[in-house]
């Protein structure tokens, strides 16, 4: 078996064989939606390097499905009354991603429930699951997911994403703590 590493195709060691056994995996794909990836410019959280892995992982999720391994879509979906985050305990996020990235002009529409900003950018097939109530960064808290895997007997998941940074990094430690 062989993996890509920082653009490198290599080998994988015999030892990763069971963390990467169908029968237990699934695919997790996170906020792959138009409020990061949409091109206009009212997109209230871009993503635009994000568009371009688009169709890669459309691709890893065809094979995934071939092999029999699920593909959940996990998105964020806030309420409209803006509840659980700006007129609520707004998230970390607002404040420091426009420190580095400058303002944002849409920022509040990010994620608002029936908004074309929560659908999803990637393909959705009917047999594909959707975890459709992240809040936060984490794709677990507050989120039915864990609940899914456990009853799709899944233990590995495998995360695509276009914010490496931000949540497909916490939905790593957060899987890995579980």
Known sequence: ???????????????????????????VSIDMHRGHLDESPDCPCPAPRG???????????????RQGVPVIHVKTVLRASGVDDTKGYRSAWRLTFPMTAGPIPNADAHGLQGTRWTEFVTEVLLDDHVV??????????????????????RR???????????????????????
């Not at 590493?5 to 069971?18: N, V």
């Not at 495998?158 to 957060?174: I, Q, S, W, Y």
Request: charge should be positive.
């Open 132 to 153: 459709d109530s992240k809040k936060r960064l984490s794709i677990f808290y507050p989120t039915d997911l864990d609940f899914l895997l456990r009853n799709l007997r």
């Open 1 to 27: 078996m062989e993996a890509y590493f920082f653009g490198q195709r290599k080998s994988i060691p015999p030892d990763f064989a069971e963390w990467l056994n169908p029968r237990v995996t699934a695919a």
């Open 156 to 178: 590995t998941v495998v995360l695509t994403g276009g914010f490496t940074d931000c949540c497909v990094l916490n939905a790593a430690f957060d899987a890995a703590n579980r």
């Open 51 to 65: 568009r371009e892995i688009v169709e890669p992982i459309n691709a890893f999720h065809r094979i995934c499905r």
